[in-house]
């Protein structure tokens, strides 16, 4: 599926631009703060420039516009923008949020470089643009609070980057970042899709005490290290998306996905079957056998299912149910023994009804209850009949059985003995698959 196009608020276009000479090899203009913010009142663009001593301190009524400048520890100290915020192609050089920061009509700093920058407080109501930003130190959102989109479309982030108790009020793109450290969120909210897909992680992606109200998409993703899933919190709508992803030691737990995996949901059966074989491989890894074994099984339904069947060949519908019944219901695709046993005792209870209710097509030299008046047809005789019939055919198999019923009463010991040997078979496999391994 092609990856949608990054939307992106250009910069006032009709806003001039300030430029000059300067520095030869830079052709950057020296600026002071105080020159840069009477340029801004002004509503122009500042371009090209280096400017050290920025500060924006309280209300700022007027547009600010960077492109392609050196800012030098700007701060912000409880700055109110009521106009676009754009620092675009800069280089953002350890800039400072001291108190909490609000942003009207979006904040963007597509294309820039971040030294050693915490952003801290931050209110966005409008969208959030760091499409192909690169961040150099320590990167860290705390405490921000973001209302419209969230775009981190192929940022770079050089160290280890973190996003604590932030709140993301739509969806959360960071799709194809690339991160040469670990990559952590902690006590989060995400309210919209929190959309990982392609990203590359070279250490461990987590995110411990975190709230998903939809998708999680790690689809395609590259995890090398762990991925920490297991102490999430999950809404009643949140979902998961492993596609083609490369991971080996997700650390999820099986209550966790189970239902929710957003292939399964919309009926692709076949992608929900490779997400199911990721995680296979993943508790493999991990050597949790149990959730291995829980992983396989779901990996299979979805394999059946994806095979479809129809009643223009109705084979395919013998087959379908065969498969369900004796692989699926009788041991789990070899996943669960118990199963075995509960489906063969389901079998013999059943078989031995019907032979109770025909007891009389039955030989019996000697009544299990005889006395006088006693008969096969008996309540007694013709339970204990039934009973200790259904569990000779079932354990026996064919052995005997011209002998052993009359008439058509053969069919269904037949049917039941074929059903015994193929059952203990299931058991035997089911059972040495738990003990051996």
């Not at 209110?123 to 643009?129: A, H, N, R, S, Y």
């Not at 960071?174 to 392609?198: N, W």
């Amino acid at each position: 599926m092609a990856e949608p196009e990054l939307l992106h608020v250009p910069p006032d276009e009709t806003a001039p631009e300030v430029a000059g000479p300067g520095d030869p090899t830079t052709g950057r203009v020296e600026l002071s703060g105080e020159e840069a913010m009477t340029l801004l009142r002004d509503g122009k663009v500042v371009t090209n420039a280096r400017v050290g001593g920025l500060k924006f301190v309280g209300p700022v009524p007027f547009a600010v516009q960077f492109k392609g400048c050196v800012l030098v520890k700007p701060e912000f100290r409880g700055a109110a923008f009521a106009e676009p915020v754009s620092l675009v192609a800069c280089t953002i050089d350890r800039a400072q949020f001291n108190r909490k920061t609000t942003f009207a009509k979006g904040f963007k700093i597509d294309g820039s470089v971040v030294h050693k920058t915490i952003f801290r407080d931050l209110t966005v109501t409008g969208d959030l643009f760091a499409a192909h930003a690169e961040f150099k130190g320590k990167a860290g959102f705390v405490g921000c609070e973001f209302h419209g989109k969230v775009h981190f479309w192929e940022a770079q982030f050089h160290a280890w980057s973190d996003f604590q108790n932030c709140t993301f009020h739509a969806d959360a793109d960071f799709r194809s970042v690339h991160s040469e450290e670990g990559f952590v969120l902690t006590k989060s909210r995400f309210l919209g899709d929190f959309l990982f897909r392609g990203a590359n992680v070279e250490k461990k992606f987590s995110a411990d005490g975190c709230r998903f109200e939809k998708l999680v998409d790690l689809s395609k993703a590259k995890l090398h290290d762990f991925a920490y899933l297991e102490a999430i919190d999950a809404g009643p709508g949140q979902t998961f998306a492993f596609l083609n992803a490369v991971a080996e030691r997700v650390r999820v737990l099986p209550a966790q996905v189970e239902g929710r995996l957003q292939s399964e949901r919309d009926g692709r059966h076949l992608d929900a079957m490779q997400e199911y074989g990721l995680l296979k491989k993943s508790y493999s890894q991990l050597h949790r056998f149990d959730q291995e074994d829980w992983a396989f099984y779901r990996f299979k339904v979805a394999q059946r299912r994806a095979a479809g069947s129809s009643w223009r060949r109705p084979w395919t519908k013998w087959r379908t149910f065969a498969e369900w019944l004796f692989l699926d219901v009788g041991c789990g695709y070899g996943t669960n023994p118990l199963r075995a046993v509960r489906m063969a005792a389901v079998i013999v209870l059943g078989f031995a009804l019907v032979y109770a209710t025909n007891a009389d097509m039955f030989y019996a030299d000697k009544l299990p209850f005889p006395g006088e008046g006693a008969s096969k047809t008996d309540f007694a005789n013709a339970t204990m009949i039934g009973l200790t019939t259904s569990v000779s055919i079932f354990t026996s198999g064919m052995g005997g059985i011209r002998e052993l019923a009359m008439g058509w009463m053969n069919v269904p010991v037949m049917i039941e003995s074929v059903m015994g040997t193929l059952l203990f078979g299931l058991f035997i496999v089911a059972f040495s698959r738990k003990v051996i391994r």
